[in-house]
């Protein structure tokens, strides 16, 4: 398909409070024609500095005619293994990358997913509920009663993060004891739900790698079906190898990884079976796409990581709608009930599954009417 090219003219930004935890964040880049992309850009901790560096970039950039994508970061002279090791850098470079994929599809009057290879189509989800349960006392019996409303609407796979009371750097011995409590979520979850629903279990980069096999092993008799981020992919990848070796369960992960590259190694070394990116770090939704078709043809799996607001969702589903082989995409459920809403035509997700609205580009404008009275809206330059 042949794109024609994007001359950026400027963005402005909006944000919105979801929970006391909780801040979605947005971008709407400006062509000199008019169009208008709109991307998430949710990175906790680092928005002011994200924001900085996409208004810097765009001001660089501006009326300079952008033929493809992956242009952006030559065009700013950064590189994989620099972006890969600055989230900063990477999330606001992945903004540019998806806005002008998003652009170049409106112009051309087809869907993200079609600009991409793909199509659209409905796609499923699984539930993380645990975004939704931090106003909550995080009990096992609340970690059921979540996994068990997710599957009466229609999920049939459910993930958590249980192990609230393992920090990081923790003792290998001292981590296992602290361990239990989450596994009693696992397991109240399972009770909950049956066995016919798939459940995934997220790890947050608590372990070392003998807590982890131990840990897995025990997840393992409850039928977890993944496990993810035990480590850090980018800090200790040979450490997660070593666990990938002596445990049954697939490990997943990779959420902040960024360019294809990494992905495709990371299967093809042993390290993860299952990838993670997230468009909003990755390189952008070109970049996932790619990312996604080179782990699966090294023989893993793909799973966007997406526990965000309703645009990076849509954005993940057009990326999974142009990947044969994706596996389910990740939904942060129950964290805001007015979600949907901030989305026209609204976000629609039916039986657990992620529905598109049809139309060119992403087919949805965020509801700046709502972002300016409930939230904030701004332009830096």
């Not at 994007?6 to 979605?24: K, N, Q, S």
């Not at 540019?96 to 087809?110: C, F």
């Amino acid at each position: 398909m042949s794109l024609s090219p994007v001359r950026l003219h400027h963005v402005d930004f909006a944000a919105i409070d979801v929970t006391a935890r909780t801040e979605w964040v947005f971008a709407r880049f400006w062509d000199t024609e008019g169009a208008a992309a709109e991307v998430e850009i949710t990175a906790a901790g680092i928005t002011e500095g994200v924001v900085g560096q996409i208004d810097h970039a765009v001001s660089l950039l501006r009326g300079t005619p952008i033929s493809s994508e992956d242009d952006v970061p030559i065009m700013l002279d950064v590189d994989d293994q620099s972006l890969g090791a600055d989230l900063t850098n990477a999330t606001a470079v992945s903004a540019l990358r998806t806005a002008v994929s998003i652009i170049q599809a409106l112009k051309s009057g087809v869907s993200l997913a079609e600009a991409l290879g793909g199509a659209p189509a409905v796609v499923p989800l699984y539930a993380n509920i645990n975004r939704g349960l931090f106003a909550s006392g995080r009990t096992p019996a609340e970690f059921a009663a979540a996994a068990e409303r997710a599957v009466s609407e229609g999920f049939r796979a459910v993930k958590c993060a249980p192990f609230d009371e393992v920090a990081p750097g923790t003792p290998t011995a001292e981590a296992v004891r602290l361990a239990v409590t989450g596994i009693e979520r696992v397991a109240a979850i399972r009770e909950a739900v049956g066995p016919g629903v798939a459940l995934m279990v997220d790890c947050h980069s608590r372990f070392d790698v003998e807590s982890a096999v131990k840990v897995a092993g025990e997840l393992g008799e409850l039928g977890v079906v993944w496990f993810e981020e035990p480590l850090d992919p980018s800090k200790d990848p040979a450490g997660l190898k070593l666990i990938a070796e002596r445990i049954s369960l697939p490990l997943a992960g990779g959420e902040h990884g960024y360019g294809e590259a990494s992905f495709e190694s990371l299967v093809s070394s042993g390290t993860l079976e299952i990838v993670m990116p997230d468009v909003k770090f990755c390189g952008g939704a070109a970049a996932a796409v790619r990312a996604g078709r080179a782990a699966i043809a090294a023989g893993g799996g793909v799973s966007l990581h997406c526990p965000s607001g309703p645009l990076s969702l849509l954005t993940s589903g057009h990326v999974n709608a142009a990947v044969a082989g994706s596996l389910r995409l990740e939904h942060a459920v129950y964290e805001a009930d007015w979600r949907s809403t901030l989305l026209a035509p609204a976000e629609r997700i039916v039986d657990g599954s992620l529905h598109f609205t049809g139309g060119p580009g992403l087919g949805v404008e965020l509801d700046w009417g709502m972002l300016q009275w409930t939230g904030r809206v701004w332009r830096v330059s």
